[in-house]
């Protein structure tokens, strides 16, 4: 498709255990950002891609949480050992990185719900 | 460091009053700013940027330099603006990144 997808769109995962949420962006788009979003707050930053490399994983909230992103496309957002508080809607975004003005384009979230 | 803030989490306002949703950023380069917006159950997209100078859903914003702000406007609000909307801005390290602020949620009341 043209836009952003992500995948699973809703996640029920077992407190402890490990989850991966993975987003495949819009081609061509260079630069990836993974974001939460807990419930009734604002957008939370965790990493940014510039191709393969994470120039910026300042939003990582633990080192239970990684990132990777292959062939400057797919990228998997890897939760070890959940705890309840990681219950959220995780958005992917994708955005052209050398040109001026462009927006970042959302995929529509993976829910997250860790019991 | 490079922020945005949004000052007001909730914004509650009647139908056909107008609305200001504030945003002041923090950047010393020339600021590329955005506003995006979330309605129910959708995902979030980019309602305007300033560089276009533009009106969408009749809403503006613009861009005050010496005051640090991008606060959106819209005279006469209607129920169907109800939503979630980010400021944003966009800044090149290594690569253009977007920094959101945290959103502020309006509510439009009939």
């Known amino acids: 498709g043209a836009g952003v997808s992500q995948s699973p769109s809703n996640k029920v995962t077992e407190k402890g255990k490990d989850v991966e949420l993975r987003c495949d962006p819009i081609?061509?788009?260079?630069?990836l950002y993974w974001y939460r979003q807990s419930l009734g707050q604002g957008l939370e930053f965790l990493i940014y891609?510039?191709?393969?490399?994470?120039?910026?994983k300042s939003g990582l909230p633990s080192d239970r949480f990684s990132a990777e992103r292959t062939g400057g496309s797919v990228s998997t957002l890897t939760i070890q050992r959940t705890q309840q508080e990681d219950s959220a809607v995780y958005l992917c975004?994708?955005?052209?990185?050398?040109?001026?003005?462009?927006?970042?384009?959302f995929g529509q979230g993976t829910r997250l719900t860790v019991v | 460091a490079q922020r945005v803030t949004q000052p007001e989490k909730l914004l509650s306002v009647f139908k056909g009053a107008p609305v200001e949703l504030k945003c002041n950023y923090s950047?010393?380069?020339?600021?590329?700013l955005f506003w995006y917006v979330q309605y129910s159950r959708q995902r979030l997209q980019l309602l305007l940027r300033?560089?276009s100078r533009e009106s969408i859903k009749g809403f503006t914003a613009d861009l005050n330099k010496g005051e640090t702000s991008f606060h959106l406007k819209k005279p006469f609000a209607q129920e169907e603006d109800s939503a979630m909307y980010y400021c944003?801005?966009?800044?090149?390290?290594?690569?253009?990144?977007?920094?959101f602020g945290a959103g502020t949620r309006l509510f439009v009341k009939a």
């Open positions: 975004a994708s955005s052209l990185s050398g040109t001026e003005n462009t927006e970042a384009f």
């Open positions: 081609s061509g788009h260079t630069a």
């Open positions: 891609f510039q191709g393969n490399s994470a120039p910026d």
């Open positions: 950047y010393s380069g020339s600021p590329e």
């Open positions: 300033h560089i």
């Open positions: 944003a801005l966009r800044r090149y390290t290594g690569g253009f990144k977007t920094i």
